[in-house]
């Protein structure tokens, strides 16, 4: 709500940010089930490239303060999102033996935890009621 609030739109417009990203991430992530792992360019570059533009996209937000800025970075973040996590994925599989993924996967799961942790926390534990 603040990124709409900060340009100046009604707070009920809210929603359309989310689902912008949400879309954008469905978009995203089916197009890389289609396409992505017949581009035969290495899982490094793939990473590279889809972190360039989510980077992009993070950077349009404050840069256009405006309905069209905002949604296209939000699209910008959400496509590259799932992609993004398909490539972690398959670069952990290929990197830990099949054996170990139980514990490889749990280990990436815990790392990133501490990240969402203080938005999660802001959620549940300091609503008004």
């Given at each position: ?5 900060r ?9 359309a ?5 949400c879309?954008?991430s469905?978009?995203g ?10 581009t035969r360019s290495?899982?490094r570059?793939?990473a590279v490239v ?6 992009a996209g993070a950077l349009t937000?404050p840069?256009?303060?405006?309905w069209?800025g905002?949604?296209a ?6 496509l590259?999102t799932a992609?993004?996590?398909a490539v ?5 599989q290929?990197?830990?033996?099949a054996?170990r993924w139980a514990e ?7 790392v990133?935890?501490p ?6 926390r802001r959620?549940?534990c300091?609503?008004?009621p």
């Amino acid at each position: 709500m603040p990124l709409v609030q900060r340009i100046g739109a009604d707070p009920a417009a809210s929603p359309a940010v989310p689902i912008a990203l949400c879309l954008a991430s469905v978009v995203g992530g089916a197009f890389y089930a289609w396409r992505g792992l017949a581009t035969r360019s290495a899982a490094r570059t793939r990473a590279v490239v889809l972190l360039g533009a989510f980077t992009a996209g993070a950077l349009t937000l404050p840069a256009a303060p405006t309905w069209p800025g905002l949604l296209a970075g939000t699209a910008l973040i959400g496509l590259a999102t799932a992609p993004l996590g398909a490539v972690a994925s398959t670069e952990l599989q290929r990197a830990v033996p099949a054996d170990r993924w139980a514990e490889g996967f749990s280990l990436v799961f815990v790392v990133q935890e501490p990240g969402s942790w203080p938005a999660r926390r802001r959620s549940v534990c300091c609503r008004r009621p």
